[in-house]
């Protein structure tokens, strides 16, 4: 009987657990947590208890030639967002002809919404006769996926003409990225798109996003001197007023000019800076921006002025070198700020008058702040006036672009505070982890305070005498850590141990200098070859970055992971010197993928070396092909499960007898 008993509970607990078992899936297959395959588009409100979807996209890349008085403009020029009303547009075709990457048939390419931790896969179809290209998606860690990290000859074969590169990864780090060719000209000349990753956090409790109207994409490129917005010189941006934007804006910079900054201006409005990179940072309110070569900036804007059209204006800054930026930069000084304005014609529009209750409110602001200012004035002294009048006629931005603003961080409260009345540069700016990503509020990772495996990079160039058709010629070589970097004859990720790698790489680490035998012999050249830095699974790198290059400041972009920037200091002389007693801040520093290292200076970043896989640090300003020398791969120690049937790329060598 107690036998019977105890078969009689077994059998009951194994229904019950089978009941419950079986309703779970059948709620599972009836309700939205299952992982659905979206198509184009996969934008929606990001929701905790749901699981990550299945976004799914195309992607057909054209290169076209374009005859100026015989383009239609219509059909190239980018139209994703007819509802902000994106105004007639004209195209890129001042140089006559001109070629151009079109995405889907436009010039650049659509914009992907999707939520933290969604599923991305993209078919992309190169269509371009006698040209492999690869996309790059800026800011993603892909872990777990290293082999889709888009770089030619390391993560995966490009992709030749007429065939078809699916990509597959995790969008899992959230904000404002962008995919794009891997080389530079592509993504100036319209290969390009952004890549925004929306969180619960943003949309529901950030206080600045959350009750935003829409979110507004401007990425900004320059071509032969011609700004364009989303691909076009004209634009138009439809806003309603009274209401809160979130733009989002990405910065592409002209060939060879990385140290020449573009600074973002929209009259009579003020900009709440939020982000820098996809990384929030506490609010900062200035007139306008400095956009950086790769850097993407999200800011807030309020529409509560007059109903009408607002000038937005990208102002051409000073090359320190040679006091000239270019074509825009000359246009700029030959015809003044609102002229140049006209030429490149980008228009802040507010659609409708407003509520009289609103014009109003803001009559009685602006009277309000109008009498506090004549209240304060009265009681000023001569000189204080005169003060206040000249900080008043200081435009405040931030420049996202430079580390530091002067030679060295004010000590001087009144030094600082008088700078930062002017500009405010990267060391100023802080982090907000006010949603527990990357420490508390008040203090940097603890995990990152102490250091184990310090890699120096030392960014150098020099001019090389060649004889060529009877004639004197030179050309710029450059180097860093006396490494001219190239590109593998095999793909690497996979056969970093092949036989036919090894002769062609070299490195600095384990504490000995490794040289490939070929260039024992070049003593007077730099040698060329793979450049690979090697860091165990999961340690602590203090990057450094020494850039000697009198001349340039070079733009770098490290994929895979985020750093953080915790010094920056110019040298003329001595870098080695100022790296031993350079100041590292600890306060909430930015976290960035994407950095400027300006001319005789050095910046130190901070990361820990959690993904496995080999990520490039990627030298932004190689023209026009895939490298000029200046990369430098990072070869991350771990597990990789690579898929099954993945396309290798390999030199052919016949067989020793052929034919015979």
């Not at 151009?100 to 993209?122: A, R, S």
């Not at 989303?230 to 140290?259: F, H, I, S, T």
């Not at 003020?270 to 850097?295: F, H, K, Q, W, Y």
């Not at 970043?605 to 990072?634: C, E, K, T, Y």
Request: proline letters at 4%; charged letters at 25%; hydrophobic letters at 35%.
């Amino acid at each position: 009987m107690k036998k019977l008993r105890t078969i009689t509970i077994v059998i009951q607990r194994v229904s019950i657990t089978l009941s419950v078992f079986w309703a779970a899936m059948v709620v599972i297959q009836l309700t939205s947590i299952t992982p659905k395959a979206i198509l184009s588009p996969c934008e929606r409100t990001c929701n905790r208890a749901e699981w990550p979807r299945i976004c799914r996209y195309r992607f057909v890349v054209e290169k076209r030639t374009f005859i100026k008085s015989s383009v239609d403009h219509k059909s190239i020029i980018s139209d994703d967002e007819p509802a902000v009303g994106v105004g007639a547009g004209q195209f890129d075709g001042s140089a006559g002809n001109r070629h151009h990457y079109l995405v889907n048939g436009k010039h650049t390419g659509p914009t992907l919404n999707v939520c933290e931790n969604d599923f991305i896969v993209i078919d992309v179809e190169n269509r371009i006769p006698g040209q492999s290209i690869s996309i790059h998606w800026t800011g993603q860690s892909q872990r777990r996926t290293p082999f889709m990290d888009g770089v030619p000859m390391i993560t995966q074969c490009p992709i030749t003409s007429f065939t078809i590169f699916q990509y597959k990864f995790q969008a899992d780090r959230v904000g404002t990225h962008l995919y794009h060719g891997f080389s530079s000209e592509e993504r100036n000349l319209g290969l390009v798109g952004a890549l925004l990753v929306h969180s619960v956090y943003e949309q529901t409790k950030h206080p600045l996003t959350r009750n935003r109207e829409e979110d507004i994409v401007w990425i900004i490129s320059e071509t032969n001197g011609n700004i364009l917005f989303n691909g076009r010189r004209r634009m138009v941006q439809y806003v309603k007023p009274g209401a809160r934007y979130r733009l989002r804006v990405a910065y592409m910079a002209p060939a060879g000019r990385q140290d020449c900054e573009r600074w973002l201006e929209i009259e009579d409005h003020r900009l709440t800076v939020i982000a820098v990179d996809g990384n929030l940072m506490e609010p900062l309110l200035v007139e306008r921006i400095a956009l950086s070569d790769g850097g993407r900036v999200d800011f807030i804007i309020q529409t509560t002025g007059i109903a009408r059209d607002y000038v937005i204006r990208v102002v051409a800054g000073e090359n320190k070198a040679n006091g000239s930026c270019g074509i825009l930069s000359q246009r700029f000084q030959q015809h003044g700020k609102h002229a140049l304005a006209s030429m490149f014609v980008f228009r802040l529009k507010y659609v409708g008058p407003g509520t009289a209750a609103q014009r109003l409110l803001e009559n009685a602001n602006d009277a309000l702040a109008t009498a506090a200012i004549l209240s304060e004035e009265a009681v000023l002294t001569g000189q204080q006036k005169q003060q206040q009048q000249q900080r008043r006629q200081l435009r405040l931005g931030f420049n996202s672009g430079q580390t530091l603003c002067d030679e060295d961080f004010p000590v001087d409260p009144f030094r600082r505070q008088q700078r930062l009345e002017q500009q405010v540069c990267l060391l100023d700016a802080r982090a907000n982890y006010a949603d527990g990503v990357g420490g508390t509020m008040e203090n940097f990772p603890l995990a990152l305070r102490d250091v184990d495996r310090h890699i120096k990079l030392v960014l150098s160039k020099r001019k090389v005498e060649r004889e060529m058709l009877g004639d004197q010629f030179h050309e710029i070589s450059y180097s860093v850590n006396g490494f001219s970097f190239i590109f593998p004859s095999v793909l690497m990720l996979p056969n970093l141990a092949n036989s036919e790698l090894k002769p062609h790489l070299c490195s600095n680490s384990s504490g000995h200098r490794q040289v490939p035998r070929k260039c024992h012999q070049q003593a007077d050249e730099q040698c060329e070859c793979v450049h690979v830095e090697h860091i165990e699974a999961g340690h602590r790198v203090e990057l450094v970055l020494i850039n000697e290059d009198q001349d340039s400041d070079h733009s770098y972009h490290l994929h895979g992971h985020r750093f953080f920037l915790l010094a920056a200091t110019r040298c003329d002389k001595g870098c080695a010197r100022k790296l031993d007693t350079i100041r590292r801040n600890f306060d909430r520093p930015l976290q960035r993928d994407t950095i400027k290292i300006a001319r005789s200076s050095l910046v130190v970043l901070r990361f820990i070396a959690g993904n496995a896989g080999l990520w490039m640090l990627r030298d932004l300003g190689a023209q026009p092909g895939w490298s000029r020398g200046l990369d430098v791969l990072l070869s991350v120690g771990g597990a990789i499960d690579f898929p099954e049937n993945f396309p290798s790329c390999r030199n052919f060598i016949g067989p020793k007898y052929f034919l015979i």
